[in-house]
Each structure stands twice: as C-alpha cells, then as structure tokens.
C-alpha cells in the first residue's frame, strides 16, 4: 500500500514551459487535493476533487489546470508556467468531502526560472 | 474571512514541554488538526479536535482549544529530539463538496539536546 504518490519529486522549468504533475493514491479516497507550500504561508488549497468526474477551484487556482483521470489519478498543469509557481506542490487525497484526514504525497519540488 | 496565524519559530531543549499556538478566526470551524511535516516530506496528521471539546489527550500530546478566543495549542510532554519538525495547525468547515482545510504558515520546532 503506496498511499499517495507524485511524480517528478523535482522538476526545472524554464518561463513559459508547460508540465504535469502526477499524483495517484492506492487508498480507494474518493477526495483529492493540489496545495502549493511557499515559505512562511503554509499549503494554499489549488484546486480539489470532491469524486470522480468533478473539480473545483480552490484559493489559488490562476495559471493551473486538473484533471480527474480517474478515482486513482489526479494531475496538476501549467500550461505556461511562471517564477512565482516556483513552488513545492503537494497532492493529498481523503475518503471523501467533510472533516475526513487527509493523506498527503511526498511533494513536488518545482522551479522555474 | 478565513486566516489561520502561528509564530514561526520555537526551540526547546529535550525533555522540556513545547507549546505551539495558533489563532484562527472563522467561528464556524468543525474540526482543527494539528499536522506534522518533518524535513523533505509531506504533511502527516498528528490530532485533531472536534470544535465542542475543549481539550484532547493523546499519550505526549494535548491539545487545548479556546473557541471564545478562536485559539488552538498543542503541548508536546517530554519532547524528544526526533519532534523536531514544522507543525502546522489547520482548521476544516463541514463542506459536502469536499474537506475544506485552511492551514496556518507552521511553526518550526527545534529541539537541541
């Protein structure tokens, strides 16, 4: 049982390059997560996934894309990514909406320069 | 609006008590977690309270909450140098579309022998 998984762990990108991060979990959640860490802010909610099939904007949402690809995966894009995305991007995933724990990856530490 | 606030830093020396505090102002808050994220990993879940206790002991840990105050503290007994890490405290509304966690920016134990 892996729990919650993400792909690269470290990634370099150059201003306007686009990539994916990957995130998949072997729990059976039907929730899922994308939070960016920055120093001193803790992790800001991007976007979640409440169940297979839907998405919804989170704090920060600008300049990223999802996708539910299915109750395992759920994938994080920048099309054209930007110094302030440098970032470390963490996928979590819990049983379902409400006050349930969350799982988290090991995280995704992104650069761009 | 929802702002959860912790101090930055904290060092003790092993075996002392810690406490770490935290502030957070919506009022509608169910649940508040304390969560765990030790150097170059992802976040882990240490407790949790529900918002109509007032207390919680689990082994080392307590955690007390103040809701006419909207103030959250964890005590860590006997702190070992292994507590080392960034604890930070989060707060959750009951939202059907998903758990909905505002962390605040972590607190930095440092534990010196």
């Known amino acids: 049982n892996a729990g919650v998984t993400q792909t690269p762990k470290f990634q370099v990108l150059k201003t306007g390059q686009s990539m994916t991060l990957q995130c998949a979990q072997d729990m059976n959640h039907n929730s899922m997560y994308w939070y960016r860490q920055d120093p001193g802010m803790g992790l800001r909610l991007i976007y979640y996934?409440?169940?297979?099939?839907?998405?919804d904007k989170g704090e920060v949402p600008n300049g990223y894309n999802v996708s539910r690809l299915n109750k395992r995966e759920f994938s994080l894009r920048l099309e054209s990514a930007a110094p302030s995305q440098t970032s470390v991007y963490f996928c979590?995933?819990?049983?379902?909406?409400?006050?349930?724990?969350?799982?988290f990856g090991p995280g995704t530490r992104l650069t761009v320069t | 609006g929802e702002d959860v606030e912790q101090s930055l830093f904290l060092s003790v020396r092993e075996g002392d008590s810690s406490v770490i505090n935290c502030t957070y102002t919506?009022?509608?808050?169910?649940?508040l977690y304390w969560y765990k994220q030790e150097p170059g990993a992802g976040l882990q879940l240490l407790t949790y309270?529900?918002?109509?206790?007032d207390m919680k002991q689990d082994q080392r840990l307590t955690v007390l909450l103040n809701k006419k105050d909207k103030h959250l503290s964890l005590r860590i007994a006997d702190t070992q140098t292994g507590d080392s890490a960034i604890y930070f405290c989060a707060e959750s509304r009951n939202n059907n579309a998903g758990n909905m966690l505002t962390f605040g920016g972590g607190t930095r134990l440092m534990v010196k022998p």
């Open positions: 919506d009022s509608s808050s169910t649940y």
């Open positions: 979590a995933s819990s049983v379902q909406g409400g006050v349930y724990e969350q799982y």
């Open positions: 309270i529900f918002s109509n206790m």
């Open positions: 996934s409440a169940s297979e099939g839907t998405t």
